[in-house]
């Protein structure tokens, strides 16, 4: 990022409140023209957390006028490729951003058939790593200025996660269930609003709700239509189940992210699948949109 992209702030939000950007609205597909699901929370126009690297998220990044020093912690919901995939370019970029601060990573721990957070970030970039010339980043040493600090939450059971905080916000996390995938949802409180990320989801335990509840945004995965069968539906939420989700919680808007090809051009469907039991605002995310709170 160029100094005077960072010293401007926002290209696409306001100056002031909470305001959450799309980086990416789009799925795992190559013909979709959008980067993969990733997003920015906005707070009086600093970019304060990252949720997800997806696929193209570090050009978003640039594109949005976020400066990485500003970022209190970077967020993974799980870690599925087209989730993480660009998260060293994030550090390799980060050489020339002026940060001081430690930088906080957390996402899901592991299991037998996906490594947690710690293991994933030690892989790519830890000495025995993929980009081990990166590996001073997890030193205080490093050429960065920073180090990455990453950071393991549960992703079993039901019990919420909250153990992070800052000046600006507060961040806690619950499992979901997304197949076998390690999957967690974030919720972001700032002074005065609530914003929930629900990562991939398919919904099985309704945990989500109560989680949300009276969430001022609800930001949802939007992966699959009312008609997926099979591992899809395993993996996702279907509209009607988005609709019932926000309308248990109470939350004010509802931003359908993660939006694939299976998706894509049944917009009306499936917002009369989800307004079957939802009738607050519902928008359909694009690459760098902005909405304030």
């Not at 023209?33 to 009086?44: C, L, T």
């Not at 957390?49 to 976020?66: M, Y």
Request: glycine share 10%.
């Amino acid at each position: 990022m160029s100094a005077a992209a960072a010293e401007k702030g926002s290209e696409h939000c306001g100056d002031n409140g909470v305001w959450i950007q799309i980086l990416g609205a789009g799925g795992a597909e190559l013909d979709d023209a959008q980067s993969g699901a990733s997003y920015i929370v906005w707070i009086d126009d600093r970019a304060r957390l990252l949720v997800d690297t997806a696929p193209g998220s570090s050009l978003r990044f640039d594109e949005s006028g976020a400066a990485f020093k500003d970022l209190d912690a970077i967020v993974f919901t799980h870690l599925h490729v087209d989730h993480v995939a660009d998260f060293p370019a994030f550090i390799e970029g980060s050489i020339f951003a002026e940060r001081e601060r430690p930088l906080p990573v957390l996402g899901p721990g592991g299991n037998d058939d996906f490594p947690s957070t710690t293991t994933l970030i030690n892989r790519l970039i830890g000495p025995e790593g993929a980009f081990a010339y990166l590996q001073d980043f997890l030193t205080y040493n490093s050429s960065g200025g920073y180090k990455v600090a990453p950071r393991n939450v549960p992703a079993t059971g039901r019990r919420r996660w909250a153990r992070f905080g800052s000046d600006n916000l507060r961040l806690s996390a619950i499992p979901v269930s997304h197949g076998e995938v390690p999957a967690i949802a974030w919720r972001v409180e700032t002074a005065d609003k609530v914003v929930v990320f629900t990562g991939d989801f398919n919904n099985q335990k309704n945990i989500i709700p109560e989680f949300a509840k009276n969430a001022d945004a609800l930001v949802v995965s939007h992966a699959i239509d009312e008609n997926a069968r099979g591992i899809a539906r395993e993996l996702h939420a279907t509209p009607t189940q988005i609709g019932r989700v926000a309308a248990q919680a109470g939350a004010r808007l509802v931003i359908l992210g993660h939006r694939t090809n299976r998706t894509r051009g049944r917009e009306s469907q499936s917002r009369a699948a989800i307004e079957e039991n939802f009738g607050g605002p519902l928008l359909f995310a694009n690459d760098l949109e902005c909405w304030g709170l």
